[in-house]
């Protein structure tokens, strides 16, 4: 299985340019993001044309998070049915019209419904970049593409912050309009996910597109591949669908949990990321915008150095390595905050603050950023993938919204410091959460993480995986005639119904 997914510089290159234009949309997030974080002083430093108080400021951010709660499931079910290129594609112009109602808006009420449609997008991005970016990859940088994508991320944050500090309003809007603009033509220049269109049987498109993405010239280079992806398909079809189903079964029930908890995990490091920044931001010296802005693009570069530290490592030392390093980093920083704000109280050293939050921004950006988008395009179960992926999304808004929310309430209650208190206790229970639930999903095709989730042993795991292959293999002659595949695989139609294995069988298996 080593072979499997194996291409040459050319595929290489070929998929880190699909990924490229596909992280495309994550850039256009980071812009609208911080846009919303800057909007009010923005709008003063244009004249104040628009009245912002501040019940609409925090109207704007509610809105905001409510458009990501509400648009990943619908468009699961896009993506699931149109593709996941095309999905993104009939998608494409929801950022722009956004930018286009900022740019005319007079009146709050309509960068209300600008900010609602940049949440949209924002949930529509979370669902469908992973799971295309994990169809098209192979194994072994498929963490380097994933990795890849909050590099993106992050410069389009720095990006828009340069912006704001040199343009007006209509001028930043104008740019950043034309930026989501862009998206829509260089979309157009990559294929579709050849796992997506192997599912609804265009064999001969899907045969072309993972010659592309491999680099290949000839059907015999990706046929091996090719081979393994209908051999996963017609397994997949074999086991049971619906939604009600998804906890019935042990694989996709544990890859459900892995993915929920680490979108827990993200909505808790962004949370605290934010909060420290704010008890930075609060200290002697450092309340002025123009500071601001220079300690977030110091903060976003240090992001985006641990962005490129993942994208280098990730494929060779594994996901939950860094995971762990992440959690222990980040609590170890917030920890730190609690017992220096308790000794220190509100005459805390603005030097070291600053030291504390760099050290957390660093062991974050090494893992808890990155790593929890990349298991999430690759431990779903294919049968719910689209589905599972805007759950994961929702999850993702919902607990960011109520970590953001209990902020004051608890600072009110238990004072400030007992926050960061909490989030390292939070740390402390992700960390356990991974060192014992998550599986490793380094260097590994799909169908072998399904393999792995589903099988209830090591034991039971090698009698699959052999089962696996072996019908692969006696498959394969079938699978080179991709139009006939169907016809000559009878025993694998989902239709069809499957004998039971007899007690003997059962015993030689074990």
Same mark, same amino acid.
């Given at each position: 299985?080593?072979?499997?997914?194996?291409?040459?510089?050319?595929?290489?290159?070929?998929?880190?340019?699909?990924?490229?234009?596909?992280?495309?949309?994550?850039?256009?997030?980071?812009?609208?993001?911080?846009?919303?974080?800057?909007?009010?002083?923005?709008?003063?430093?244009?004249?104040?044309?628009?009245?912002?108080?501040?019940?609409?400021?925090?109207?704007?951010?509610?809105?905001?998070?409510?458009?990501?709660?509400?648009?990943?499931?619908?468009?699961?079910?896009?993506?699931?049915?149109?593709?996941?290129?095309?999905?993104?594609?009939?998608?494409?112009?929801?950022?722009?019209?956004?930018?286009?109602?900022?740019?005319?808006?007079?009146?709050?009420?309509?960068?209300?419904? @600008?900010?609602?449609?940049?949440?949209?997008?924002?949930?529509?991005?979370?669902?469908?970049?992973?799971?295309?970016?994990?169809?098209?990859?192979?194994?072994?940088?498929?963490?380097?593409?994933?990795?890849?994508?909050?590099?993106?991320?992050?410069?389009?944050?720095?990006?828009?912050?340069?912006?704001?500090?040199?343009?007006?309003?209509?001028?930043?809007?104008?740019?950043?309009?034309?930026?989501?603009?862009?998206?829509?033509?260089?979309?157009?220049?990559?294929?579709?996910?050849?796992?997506?269109?192997?599912?609804?049987?265009?064999?001969?498109?899907?045969?072309?597109?993972?010659?592309?993405?491999?680099?290949?010239?000839?059907?015999?280079?990706?046929?091996?591949?090719?081979?393994?992806?209908?051999?996963?398909?017609?397994?997949?079809?074999?086991?049971?669908?619906?939604?009600?189903?998804?906890?019935?079964?042990?694989?996709?029930?544990?890859?459900?949990?892995?993915?929920?908890?680490?979108?827990?995990?993200?909505?808790?490091?962004?949370?605290?990321?934010?909060?420290?920044?704010?008890?930075?931001?609060?200290?002697?010296?450092?309340?002025?915008?123009?500071?601001?802005?220079?300690?977030?693009?110091?903060?976003?570069?240090?992001?985006?150095?641990?962005?490129?530290?993942?994208?280098?490592?990730?494929?060779?030392?594994?996901?939950?390595?860094?995971?762990?390093?992440?959690?222990?980093?980040?609590?170890?920083?917030?920890?730190?905050?609690?017992?220096?704000?308790?000794?220190?109280?509100?005459?805390?050293?603005?030097?070291?603050?600053?030291?504390?939050? @760099?050290?957390?921004?660093?062991?974050?950006?090494?893992?808890?950023?990155?790593?929890?988008?990349?298991?999430?395009?690759?431990?779903?179960?294919?049968?719910?993938?689209?589905?599972?992926?805007?759950?994961?999304?929702?999850?993702?808004?919902?607990?960011?919204?109520?970590?953001?929310?209990?902020?004051?309430?608890?600072?009110?209650?238990?004072?400030?410091?007992?926050?960061?208190?909490?989030?390292?206790?939070?740390?402390?229970?992700?960390?356990?959460?991974?060192?014992?639930?998550?599986?490793?999903?380094?260097?590994?095709?799909?169908?072998?993480?399904?393999?792995?989730?589903?099988?209830?042993?090591?034991?039971?795991?090698?009698?699959?995986?052999?089962?696996?292959?072996?019908?692969?293999?006696?498959?394969?002659? @079938?699978?080179?005639?991709?139009?006939?595949?169907?016809?000559?695989?009878?025993?694998?139609?989902?239709?069809?119904?499957?004998?039971?294995?007899?007690?003997?069988?059962?015993?030689?298996?074990?």
């Amino acid at each position: 299985m080593e072979r499997v997914g194996r291409c040459g510089l050319k595929g290489v290159v070929r998929q880190f340019i699909a990924s490229t234009v596909t992280t495309w949309a994550y850039l256009i997030v980071g812009i609208n993001y911080r846009w919303l974080g800057f909007s009010p002083y923005i709008i003063y430093l244009s004249g104040g044309h628009i009245n912002l108080t501040p019940s609409d400021y925090i109207m704007m951010h509610s809105i905001y998070s409510l458009g990501s709660i509400v648009a990943p499931i619908p468009s699961g079910i896009l993506v699931d049915y149109m593709g996941r290129k095309t999905g993104l594609l009939l998608t494409a112009a929801v950022p722009l019209t956004s930018w286009i109602l900022i740019y005319f808006a007079n009146h709050s009420a309509v960068l209300h419904v @600008a900010e609602l449609l940049a949440g949209f997008w924002d949930g529509i991005v979370r669902t469908a970049v992973p799971l295309y970016i994990g169809e098209i990859a192979e194994p072994r940088i498929r963490g380097a593409l994933f990795a890849f994508v909050y590099v993106l991320a992050a410069n389009g944050e720095i990006m828009q912050l340069i912006i704001v500090a040199s343009m007006s309003y209509w001028n930043q809007a104008m740019m950043f309009g034309i930026i989501s603009f862009i998206f829509i033509p260089i979309l157009l220049m990559i294929p579709e996910s050849p796992y997506w269109l192997v599912q609804v049987g265009i064999f001969e498109k899907a045969i072309k597109s993972l010659l592309w993405f491999r680099g290949g010239s000839k059907t015999s280079d990706v046929s091996e591949e090719f081979e393994s992806i209908v051999a996963a398909h017609y397994w997949r079809q074999r086991r049971p669908k619906g939604l009600k189903t998804l906890w019935k079964s042990r694989g996709n029930r544990k890859a459900l949990i892995i993915v929920t908890v680490l979108a827990v995990c993200k909505s808790t490091e962004e949370t605290s990321w934010i909060n420290l920044l704010s008890r930075f931001e609060s200290s002697p010296d450092n309340n002025t915008a123009r500071s601001s802005f220079y300690h977030i693009i110091g903060f976003t570069s240090i992001v985006t150095l641990g962005s490129i530290c993942v994208t280098i490592f990730v494929d060779c030392f594994g996901r939950v390595p860094l995971l762990i390093v992440s959690c222990c980093g980040c609590f170890l920083s917030t920890f730190a905050s609690f017992v220096y704000g308790c000794v220190q109280g509100s005459t805390a050293a603005p030097w070291l603050l600053y030291l504390l939050l @760099a050290f957390f921004v660093f062991f974050n950006s090494l893992g808890l950023v990155q790593i929890p988008l990349i298991i999430q395009g690759e431990v779903y179960p294919p049968n719910y993938k689209a589905d599972a992926s805007g759950w994961a999304a929702m999850v993702l808004s919902i607990t960011g919204l109520i970590t953001k929310s209990s902020y004051e309430y608890v600072a009110m209650r238990l004072g400030t410091d007992f926050n960061f208190l909490m989030y390292a206790v939070m740390f402390l229970v992700i960390l356990a959460f991974v060192w014992l639930y998550v599986i490793e999903t380094k260097r590994k095709t799909l169908h072998q993480i399904q393999l792995e989730l589903h099988a209830r042993s090591s034991l039971h795991l090698i009698s699959f995986s052999k089962r696996s292959l072996s019908g692969r293999r006696a498959t394969g002659a @079938a699978n080179r005639n991709p139009q006939s595949t169907r016809d000559r695989l009878p025993d694998s139609t989902p239709n069809e119904p499957q004998q039971p294995e007899s007690n003997e069988t059962r015993k030689n298996d074990s």
